[in-house]
């Protein structure tokens, strides 16, 4: 299928000729692109198949270089959309309007990893997944863990404020901020916050800039927390009959005074399709096999491991869960992990589909599953869901399958906008950690009032007065 495609918003022949002229002098030779190639890789991401191209691609390498060129593009109203690795699912890092597609995957350096304080500092190209393994180096953590770790970078997670397997026990991005250095859109540089773990002087300029999916001014620094490392950890993958029961026993884990520090539900689905993609089929699917549940408990020491286990198991048992696998050893740990971290790959390898990143309060997971499930029988679709169970963070993903183009392109955003309509109603929000974006800024309303719509665009007029920045993006289209 050939990517949809959208025109973009070219540059006036003014402009045109002002860029040709002044942007080699503000990024270096080789890192400006306006062939084809590179417009067309910068111009799409993960999300579904959608592309848009921008005018030209820039790769900045310092503070100073990406100021300089957002002074330069904010004296001419030329959109700037920040992008990494481009890894996102909501169409985040998507240059709807065209202008500058400004790709910060050159600045990637570790600056510091501050083992008495239990600091990094790091730059945005930084690939998540480095960091982890830098600080564990130093018997140090550095816990955010998408499924893309190996791909994703530090400056999309903080732009998303993106999650993982162990944010039921570690948090998400945003709690492992401590102060950012940040590009405004004319120009201004500014640092959000401090250097220390407590901070009351002003408003919180970091957590406003997190999440806030590169609208309101480029991450070039940031200074993130770290834990010591626990290095032992015990893994179960537990099988259920019933997948709401499996979603029934994630609420009771915890009333039992279990912290895992990861909790991942799998659908029978999901797991086929990750044995398919991966070409590995252990463990077999029992034929009753209709969910797993993924569990890690950690600790520092191994004594400290099985007590946890012990806490979780009969609340297993009350839920009506299967025989428990242990995974006895590391290779085994991280077979089972691979599988997790694949689904999302192996459900696109299989079809076009679209991905809801629901989240919920995690005692509503089995009302919403049940809603889904009733929502592709009465519409026509199926569906794949897997996520994180433990903070109620449930992906849906909607196959295409043989679906018709009326029915994909309309049909389903009722049914999506129904969905939605009922996670907020349990209680829950639009998205847990991949954003709003492009694909689900439509269905703001159904979360935010007219008055919270009202302050978050009022910051960003304040912030962004040329609506410069990532423009088209969580905001609802004009009706």
Request: contains cysteine; charged residues 20%; proline residues 5%.
């Amino acid at each position: 299928m050939e990517p949809a495609s959208t025109p973009t918003t070219t540059l006036t022949e003014d402009v045109h000729q002002a860029a040709l002229r002044d942007l080699p002098e503000l990024v270096g030779e080789g890192r400006i692109h306006w062939g084809d190639d590179q417009r067309a890789q910068h111009g799409a991401d993960e999300t579904e198949d959608l592309v848009f191209m921008p005018d030209v691609v820039l790769e900045p390498e310092s503070t100073a270089e990406v100021s300089a060129i957002l002074a330069w593009a904010h004296g001419l109203g030329v959109p700037v959309t920040a992008g990494g690795a481009r890894t996102g699912l909501s169409g985040g890092a998507l240059p709807i309007r065209g202008g500058i597609a400004l790709s910060l995957r050159r600045m990637n350096r570790i600056l510091a990893i501050d083992t008495l304080n239990h600091q990094a500092v790091v730059e945005p190209g930084v690939i998540t997944e480095e960091l982890s393994n830098a600080a564990a180096e130093h018997g140090l953590m550095y816990a955010v863990d998408p499924a893309s770790r190996g791909t994703c970078t530090l400056g999309g997670n903080l732009a998303e404020n993106s999650g993982g397997p162990r944010a039921v026990k570690y948090g998400v991005t945003k709690d492992w901020v401590l102060n950012l250095e940040v590009v405004l859109a004319d120009g201004t540089v500014i640092e959000t916050g401090a250097n220390t773990l407590k901070n009351s002087t002003g408003y919180n300029l970091t957590q406003l800039m997190v999440g806030s999916e590169g609208t309101l001014g480029v991450i070039t620094r940031a200074t993130l927390k770290l834990l010591p490392l626990p290095r032992h950890q015990a893994l179960m993958l537990v099988p259920f009959s019933s997948a709401e029961s499996a979603c029934a026993a994630v609420a009771a884990i915890f009333q039992a005074g279990a912290m895992p520090s990861a909790l991942e539900f799998m659908e029978r689905d999901a797991v086929l399709l990750a044995q398919e993609f991966t070409g590995n089929h252990e463990p077999a699917l029992g034929p009753d096999d209709a969910a797993h549940l993924l569990i890690e408990v950690d600790g520092f020491a191994p004594e400290d491991l099985m007590p946890q286990c012990e806490r979780i198991l009969p609340v297993l048992e009350a839920h009506g869960a299967g025989e428990v696998l242990f995974a006895e050893s590391a290779a085994e740990m991280d077979a089972l992990w691979f599988l997790r971290r694949r689904v999302g790959e192996a459900v696109k390898a299989t079809s076009t589909y679209k991905e809801e990143d629901t989240v919920v309060p995690r005692g509503e997971l089995p009302r919403l599953l049940h809603k889904i499930k009733a929502l592709g029988a009465k519409n026509g679709f199926r569906s794949i869901c897997y996520g994180h169970a433990g903070d109620g963070n449930l992906h849906i993903n909607i196959l295409r399958d043989d679906l018709d183009e009326v029915t994909w392109n309309d049909t389903l955003t009722l049914a999506i906008r129904e969905l939605f309509a009922e996670v907020v109603a349990l209680g829950g929000t639009l998205s847990g950690e991949h954003g709003i974006g492009y694909v689900q800024k439509n269905f703001m309303d159904l979360a935010c009032s007219p008055a919270q719509m009202a302050v978050m665009q009022g910051i960003k007029s304040v912030l962004d007065p040329k609506g410069i920045l990532n423009p088209g993006k969580i905001f609802p289209d004009p009706s």
